[in-house]
């Protein structure tokens, strides 16, 4: 089975970074220029990428979001959008810049509504993002908790979203593997189609991801690329895509 992978570009103070678990103080810079950075994973073979406004994110200031167009623009490829989604206007300003779809995140277990009222309108260009410690949701950059994981994904599956991406926090930036299990557990839960985010380390970790379920068929790429752990054309390779 394939799976899509999304090469991360999160951008804070136009730069393009990596956190360690989410945290703003664990920050690295790996390329002053994120279209730069989005230009080598379109080079490689990337059908799409994952990018996340973290200014807007951490402080509701979306400084970044204008770069998805220069983006589009620069790659032809199509960006999965998140990073501060908290109103229609946000969405639809993501959107406009290009974003073929976009992940409301801290607003989707804040005001379940607004989930409701952006599927209408927009569909499968709306995923939403469960980041989770345990099966415990994380909101307001993982600062916050916010109801129980498998509540959240039977909430939403009945609203009609058609994907979920999956956070499992202990993992992210860790290069320690994937939770698969969880996985596994989050999409028997849902009807909905599943990214993986989080550890990911090795192709061996893709492949067991592109193994684990009918389901989960993609899984954002971020660390491992930056750091070297493979080459994107190598992931793909492995993934069959």
């Known amino acids: 089975m394939t799976l899509t992978l999304y090469p991360a570009v999160d951008i804070r103070g136009g730069k393009a970074v990596r956190l360690v678990q989410g945290r703003a103080d664990a920050e690295t810079v ?12 379109a080079e490689q073979g990337a059908r799409w990428l994952h990018v996340v406004d973290l200014d807007a994110a951490f402080d509701g200031e979306p400084r970044n979001r204008h770069l998805i167009a220069d983006i589009v ?62 099966t415990t949701l994380k909101a307001r950059g993982w600062t916050v908790e916010s109801g129980d994981l498998f509540a959240a994904l039977h909430r939403f599956t009945l609203m009609g979203v058609s994907r979920f991406v999956f956070t499992d926090i202990s993992r992210d930036g860790m ?67």
């Open 73 to 134: 623009e620069a790659t032809g490829l199509a960006v999965q959008a998140s990073g501060g989604i908290r109103t229609m206007a946000d969405l639809e300003a993501s959107v406009k810049y290009g974003a073929s779809r976009v992940v409301i995140g801290t607003m989707a277990l804040e005001e379940p509504s607004f989930v409701s009222a952006a599927v209408s309108e927009h569909g499968d260009k709306v995923a939403v993002g469960l980041d989770a410690d345990g």
């Open 30 to 41: 790996y390329d002053t220029d994120p279209v730069a950075a989005a230009l080598r994973f």
């Open 175 to 241: 290069l320690e593997g994937p939770n698969i299990d969880r996985l596994v557990e989050v999409a028997e839960a849902t009807s909905a189609k599943v990214t993986a985010s989080g550890g990911i380390s090795s192709l061996a970790d893709l492949s067991a991801l592109a193994a684990a379920h009918e389901r989960v068929d993609g899984a954002i790429v971020g660390k491992a690329l930056y750091v070297g752990r493979f080459s994107l054309a190598d992931a793909l390779e492995a993934v069959g895509e």
